[in-house]
């Protein structure tokens, strides 16, 4: 029987709010990614973390990722902070909940400062870190390439979200790969503009 090949993934959203949207490099290729990730998280059933950053004076996450909608996406939480690290005391929590260490794949802002602290705190709790680096971008994109190479060097995977789709998936064989390879088809163009945009070598 065809099994997945990451058993415990988890994806995690940080700060993706509406006033950063002028802000941050290519804050829309995020989003694209981020959107595509979070129907990916509903066919495979992956737990979603959320963040935001002093939401009342940075404002609400976007809402186009339908996050706690009533037809939208569920959150295992969905947490204010003033903190950088996504991993606040209520976080922590709502971690503890889960019976092994998780696979965290992470989405958003800023790559050097919440993300950064978000995977160190991560890896250091003993979980799996996935970043995505069509997932992820700051004010300076210059700040990006730096981030991604020390958090490598941390421990951290940087991959891609479909890499990580097709390694999450492990096998064809499994029950919901043709609703995941659709998602991956109907997303190619977005993706390819996206990676070729955030990606640079």
């Known amino acids: 029987m ?5 058993t415990n993934p988890a994806l995690f959203i940080c700060d993706l709010q509406d006033k950063f949207r002028p802000a941050i490099h290519e804050f829309p290729k995020v989003i694209s990614t981020t959107q595509k990730m979070l129907k990916a998280s509903q066919i495979l059933n992956i737990p979603v973390f959320a963040t935001t950053q002093n939401k009342t004076r940075l404002g609400e996450t976007c ?3 339908g996050l706690d909608a ?3 996406v569920k959150t295992v939480i969905h947490a204010d902070k003033t903190m950088f690290s996504m991993l606040t005391p209520e976080v922590r929590k709502a971690l503890e909940k889960f019976d092994s260490k998780l696979s965290c794949v992470i989405v958003g802002i800023e790559s050097h400062i919440c993300v950064t602290q ?3 705190d ?3 709790e003993g979980h799996k870190v996935y ?3 069509d997932g992820v971008s700051s004010c300076n994109k210059e700040e990006v390439p730096i981030a991604l190479a020390r958090l490598r060097h941390e421990g951290a995977v940087v991959t891609s979200s479909e890499s990580f789709l097709y390694e999450c998936m492990g096998d064809a064989g499994i029950e919901e790969f043709r609703q995941i390879a659709r998602l991956v088809k109907e997303t190619s163009s977005s993706t390819k503009d996206t990676l070729q945009t955030l990606c640079k070598i």
Do not use: K, V
């Open 2 to 6: 065809a099994q997945r090949r990451i």
């Open 131 to 133: 970043i995505l680096a």
């Open 70 to 72: 009533a037809d939208g």
């Open 122 to 124: 991560l890896l250091h």
């Open 118 to 120: 978000t995977t160190l």
């Open 63 to 65: 809402p186009e990722l």
